[in-house]
């Protein structure tokens, strides 16, 4: 079974207490770092994410671009996140795939979940991303000690290389 996670952008920005500040004055950092958070847990989970954003926010409406393997979605003039998810279920949905969708909007998680799609609240979307930043440090932590058991011996220097290109290729 493949799982497709579709995130409400704006919603969880908002409800997110280390990205909300930033919605104000800085709203490209904190979609910046929304798609960051996205793409590890996309990495970790092997998860489809796509984040869907109202065009309404940002100039150049209604593109559709990939960012470090996630999705990233503006919707069109005159169109909400809202409906752009709900179009996304009814595309996405079918026997071989669960569509999660993570959102704190009440109205919207009962459309998506009529529809055959499984709700996630923002609050769940950012405690299962605190797992997974700790499941990837763990990780982490477990290569560094197996390079360092390895026949061919290899400095913290070049180990800490290899992990950035690891992050840049996300």
């Not at 493949?2 to 919603?11: M, T």
């Not at 104000?24 to 489809?48: F, P, S, T």
């Not at 179009?87 to 993570?102: D, F, Q, S």
């Not at 991303?129 to 400095?155: F, M």
Request: overall charge negative.
């Amino acid at each position: 079974m493949k799982d497709i996670l579709l995130v409400d952008g704006y919603n969880v920005i908002g409800d997110w207490p280390e990205l909300k500040p930033l919605r104000a004055g800085h709203l490209e950092e904190a979609r910046d770092r929304l798609i960051d958070v996205m793409a590890e847990y996309q990495a970790y989970k092997g998860w489809r994410v796509i984040i869907v954003f109202d065009a309404h926010m940002v100039p150049g409406i209604g593109k559709n671009y990939q960012l470090k393997r996630v999705e990233v979605v503006y919707t069109k003039e005159h169109e909400t996140a809202d409906e752009r998810i709900e179009k996304l279920v009814g595309e996405l949905k079918n026997v071989e795939t669960r569509v999660h969708v993570a959102t704190s909007d009440y109205a919207e998680q009962s459309m998506t979940f009529g529809s055959g799609a499984l709700r996630k609240s923002a609050r769940e979307l950012r405690h299962e991303a605190k797992l997974v930043e700790k499941g990837i440090e763990e990780q982490l932590a477990n290569q560094k000690k197996a390079i360092h058991k390895t026949t061919l011996p290899i400095t913290e220097e070049m180990a800490e290389i290899f992990d950035k290109w690891r992050k840049r290729d996300l």
